[in-house]
């Protein structure tokens, strides 16, 4: 690979970012998502399908990020004086200055770290002890009566083959706006590894997860898993993977 000898990074990072950003728009077409619009329900083989390439897109995506905030610089904020308390509170102000403000539909933001590997069962499953005797007969009657009764039949749901398409939706917008502009990205990320390990939330140490990042495809199937190989060693180049305890 040519560029791995160049020490400007926005050249190989704008090289996969351009292919990538194409195939997530492709997935728009694929479930006929338009610009301002929505789909609420598609099949579920295009679900399966779209999800898969969708996991490893973002997967790519976070590792284009984390190499463009490699070089950033986060200074400390100002201090600023303490702002002086209103003497008017928002209970006070009349409800037609708040009415009359239409709110903002805020776009899904993207997720910028990978998803940790599970690892056996985090918690034990609380065993029920047996069931408390009986002890009033007012209440051994009811419930002998309630057994007793009729259960109500439960209408078996249609299964139509689609499949809810809210999450993926978000899930597309988020990544297409975090590759539309990775520099806003890139500082997001920069505030977070800026600050001291207890105080980062989420707690860890690196946004990447160890081993294979999420999506990984040792034989590519789709353009998507070559991309997603680039972008990884782009992410690790100078940044060292770390144990990730957390």
């Given at each position: ?6 020490m ?11 292919p ?5 728009l ?7 998502l ?14 399966r399908?779209?999800?898969r ?38 209970k ?11 709110r ?10 990978d ?8 918690f ?27 259960a ?17 939706v ?7 706006d975090?590759?539309s502009?990775i ?5 997001r ?13 989420p ?10 990042p ?19 060693w ?13």
């Amino acid at each position: 690979m040519f560029y791995r000898a160049v020490m400007d990074w926005n050249s190989p990072i704008e090289r996969w970012r351009v292919p990538l950003l194409g195939h997530l728009l492709r997935l728009f077409a694929e479930i006929g998502l338009t610009e301002g619009g929505t789909v609420e329900r598609v099949p579920k083989p295009l679900h399966r399908y779209v999800l898969r390439i969708l996991r490893t897109a973002e997967s790519a995506a976070r590792r284009l990020i984390m190499a463009a905030a490699r070089d950033i610089v986060v200074e400390p904020p100002p201090e600023r004086p303490p702002r002086a308390k209103p003497r008017t509170s928002s209970k006070d102000k009349p409800k037609a200055d708040v009415e009359g403000k239409p709110r903002r539909k805020r776009r899904p933001l993207f997720n910028l770290f990978d998803a940790l590997k599970r690892v056996g069962r985090r918690f034990k499953k609380k065993r029920r002890g047996p069931e408390p005797h009986v002890y009033s007969l007012e209440t051994f009657l009811q419930q002998r009566a309630a057994a007793a009764a009729p259960a109500p039949v439960e209408q078996a749901a249609v299964d139509d083959g689609m499949v809810n398409a809210a999450n993926l939706v978000r899930r597309l917008i988020a990544a297409v706006d975090a590759l539309s502009d990775i520099p806003r990205h890139a500082m997001r990320l920069a505030r977070w590894q800026a600050q001291p390990k207890e105080e980062r939330r989420p707690e860890r140490w690196s946004p990447l997860r160890p081993g294979r990042p999420p999506g990984f495809r040792q034989r590519a199937k789709h353009e998507v898993d070559e991309i997603l190989k680039e972008c990884h060693w782009l992410a690790l180049e100078g940044n060292p993977p770390l144990d990730d305890t957390s």
